[in-house]
């Protein structure tokens, strides 16, 4: 592991990088990788994916570069995330993309909302993080998230919903939110959520409105970590050894477990 150089970032409180030899970017091009990340003033943070020449001297192609900044919003928090990549489509250089997130605690709960816009097209990823985000108004998806943490154990669950779904019922005008703290009723969303039971062994209500839904319980409890997931009917369970290897076990119900085929 090495440091990426700090004229580079001069006001990083941390900046941490990773070269190495692999595959990235649509196409699985195979070379030499820089992974960076960089955590900057104002509560921002930076990643970025490169590949390098051999000599590891020039930066031959970014394959992607992501930035999220937070700020308060009311007695919650506002986190914008802007990504730009490689074009997936031959002739095309870069595709932008934007999402912002909501985050409000009420009685130790953290309840969130994100919403996704549509890709956008750039010359290069380096421009995506310049943009003013665009498509927030009219978002390609939208996602919950409910977590509470219990001691050394905590609990997440989050749904992702349709276009249609996140442009109709109680928060339909929860769009573009950034400026909207005094307008909106941080309530509403606490109220909407909180159905939404965290614990990891509690039946989804009203699953029949999302397209996808994972609940995780990682239990730090114990001396070793115990990460559970669920995914509908799909259960697994890794738990770390004493010798720091992992056993993966699956199930179809949460309490009989099996080794995963």
Known sequence: MIQCPPARHPDASFVRAEVYFGKAGHMKTEGWLRSSQVWLPGDR?????????????????V???REASS????????????????HWEAGKAAYCSFEENVTL???????SLANAASAADASAPAECLN??????DTPVARSYRVAFRDGRIHHEVRFSLSPDAASSGPL??????????????PAR????????????????????????????????SGPLRVQTDRYACEWTRESTRADQTRLKECSRDGVNWSACK
């Open 105 to 111: 605690t009420s009685q130790g709960v953290e309840y």
């Open 189 to 220: 969303l606490v109220e909407h959520l909180a159905p939404l039971d965290y614990r990891i062994e509690a039946p989804v209500v009203g699953e029949e409105r999302f397209i996808y839904w994972h609940k995780r319980k990682t239990d730090d």
């Open 63 to 65: 394959y992607h570069l």
């Open 172 to 185: 339909a005008d929860w769009l573009n939110l950034k400026d909207k703290a005094a307008t909106l009723n």
């Open 131 to 136: 943009r003013a985000p665009s498509g927030l």
């Open 45 to 61: 943070y930076q990643e970025e994916l490169v590949g390098l020449s051999e000599d590891l001297s020039q930066v031959r192609s």
């Open 71 to 86: 700020t308060a919003w009311g007695q919650g928090r506002y986190t914008l995330r802007k990504a730009g990549a490689q």
